[in-house]
């Protein structure tokens, strides 16, 4: 079957977003290799329009229509690439359309650690680097060894090391300089055959205990304490439409948050190089939004980092909201709120 058979028109973007907006796309198509991109790429429709990369679509909030082409990353592969048994590290390289949380299943079956503290994070590998994913005391760039992308003017693959990335808070080299220049096609990662496991996080000291693991947790248990901690803060967007997190937790400088710590004693913070880092959710609560309905969409009852779609609502309801949210936090603590998702 030839790539331009592959092109369909007038696609409808519901399935294919966790907040399960109705939008369209005008051009939209499947790659499952490099191969295939490289075909859809030399399409004259497709190098005459704007294009949108979609992995899982957990991170993307629609507002309209996509007068473009959006381009779906399917590309798959999952497999050890080096591993010396005297080693204290495996490189395990995974193609870019395959499910984040499935490959950290796969590295611990393969008995490999670094990554258990992401467990269920939502959308595809090729999204991770992008944003540099991270929870509970983790970010992606800790395990990160180098990437392969496709350059879309030229078609041709380049290496990015963790330094060429230029990895940040939710941040990367492809959100900035290079953004819609590159299209990840596989992600390599440096993970541990002898685990030196990340339990500083609170919750997960707390939830291990409450497994019965008081001591020497496996990988293993770390893992299955962090979907246990995600599934009970953040809801299942089969169930109802949400992208986790909307908003990034701000960073401080020393001065403002300790300005701030005296008008609100009970303000948490987090220690980090330059300053002090304030859960966004604390913020937004104490303005009164967590679990506020407004029809067809929301704030999640448990978590006032997650705006939520009931069902039926738009894309511009859903930011208008978040607009609304920021404002208030900025009125009520001078600090501002920064959208983690990306709005089209």
Not at 81 to 90: G, K, L, P, W
Not at 316 to 333: G, P, Q, T
Request: proline share 5%; aromatic share 8%; net charge negative.
């Amino acid at each position: 079957m030839s790539s331009v058979s592959l092109l369909e028109h007038d696609v409808s973007l519901h399935p294919y977003n966790t907040f399960g907006i109705d939008v369209k796309a005008r051009l939209f198509a499947r790659f499952r290799s490099v191969e295939e991109l490289r075909a859809l790429l030399a399409l004259p429709e497709v190098q005459q329009a704007e294009k949108l990369i979609l992995g899982g679509g957990s991170n993307l909030l629609f507002t309209q229509d996509f007068d473009g082409v959006v381009l779906k990353n399917e590309i798959q592969g999952l497999e050890v690439i080096a591993q010396d048994e005297d080693a204290d590290t495996a490189l395990v390289r995974a193609g870019a359309g395959e499910s984040w949380h499935g490959m950290v299943q796969y590295t611990l079956g393969q008995n490999l650690s670094g990554i258990e503290n992401l467990s269920l994070i939502p959308g595809t590998v090729g999204a991770a680097p992008l944003q540099n994913i991270g929870a509970y005391g983790a970010e992606l760039q800790d395990t990160f060894d180098h990437l392969e992308a496709l350059e879309t003017s030229t078609g041709r693959l380049r290496t990015f090391t963790r330094e060429e990335c230029g990895f940040g808070y939710r941040e990367s080299v492809f959100k900035g300089p290079l953004k819609n220049q590159f299209i990840v096609t596989s992600v390599v990662l440096r993970l541990q055959r002898k685990h030196a496991l990340n339990i500083s996080y609170g919750a997960l000291r707390t939830t291990l205990a409450d497994m019965g693991i008081e001591a020497d947790p496996t990988p293993q248990d770390v893992s299955e304490a962090v979907i246990r901690i995600r599934r009970s803060k953040l809801p299942d967007p089969a169930q109802i439409g949400n992208a986790g997190s909307f908003f990034k937790n701000p960073e401080l400088s020393q001065f403002k948050f300790d300005e701030l710590k005296t008008q609100f004693p009970d303000l948490p913070g987090y220690p980090m190089p330059g300053g002090v880092k304030v859960p966004a959710a604390w913020l937004i609560e104490q303005c009164g939004w967590k679990g506020r309905r407004f029809g067809s969409h929301g704030v999640h009852e448990n978590q006032a980092l997650v705006l939520v779609n009931h069902g039926g609502a738009q894309g511009a309801n859903i930011r208008d909201l978040a607009h609304e949210i920021i404002a208030s936090v900025r009125e009520k603590f001078g600090v501002e709120l920064h959208p983690e998702v990306n709005i089209m």
